[in-house]
């Protein structure tokens, strides 16, 4: 496994739409297995392959509500189900020290296949559900903050840092 580097916002890979994976190779493996280093060594809970310069349909998403906090791996994913609302702040390792307020479904179901090409579907509810839309978004070449109803002033993200300080 390598540590890959994570492009910025600005850069226009982060715009464009990923393609769909056919082969279920070594190379998606090494692939997926850099980006779950990279992801752990962030502190972020999720991933797109266009992050780290990929435009293929890849994401990793960290499960925060299930024991263990597993890493997902979704392959071609897609949102089958959504139901309820959530809104809160979300942020971006491509979009570093910026927050936004995004409206969010409170739980959604992804249909997606795993490394070997087998589907399955996963669901998630609250921070990882917002995860999943937001990972899902990178694939279309959407950042969070096209969706924000408004980006957080200096002194909020400095209370929401304070926040997640405690909570360590
Ligand atoms: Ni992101």
Not at 150 to 166: F, G, S
Request: hydrophobic share 40%; glycine share 8%.
């Amino acid at each position: 496994m390598a540590l890959r580097n994570i492009v910025k916002k600005g850069d226009e890979v982060l715009t464009k739409k990923c393609r769909v994976v056919t082969d279920f190779n070594p190379r998606l493996h090494k692939l997926l297995d850099d980006m779950k280093e990279t992801l752990l060594a962030s502190g972020g809970v999720g991933l797109a392959a266009p992050q780290v310069g990929v435009l293929r349909q890849a994401v990793l998403v960290i499960d925060t509500n299930q024991e263990g906090e597993p890493v997902i791996e979704l392959v071609n994913p897609e949102i089958i189900a959504r139901e309820g609302e959530q809104e809160g702040p979300e942020g971006c390792l491509s979009i570093p020290n910026l927050w936004g307020i995004v409206k969010r479904p409170q739980k959604v179901r992804v249909r997606a296949q795993d490394r070997n090409g087998e589907f399955f579907e996963v669901e998630g509810e609250g921070l990882t559900a917002r995860a999943f839309c937001h990972e899902l978004d990178h694939l279309s070449g959407v950042l969070f903050d096209l969706r924000a109803e408004r980006m957080l002033t200096q002194e909020e993200m400095e209370e929401l840092y304070a926040e997640q300080q405690e909570e360590e």
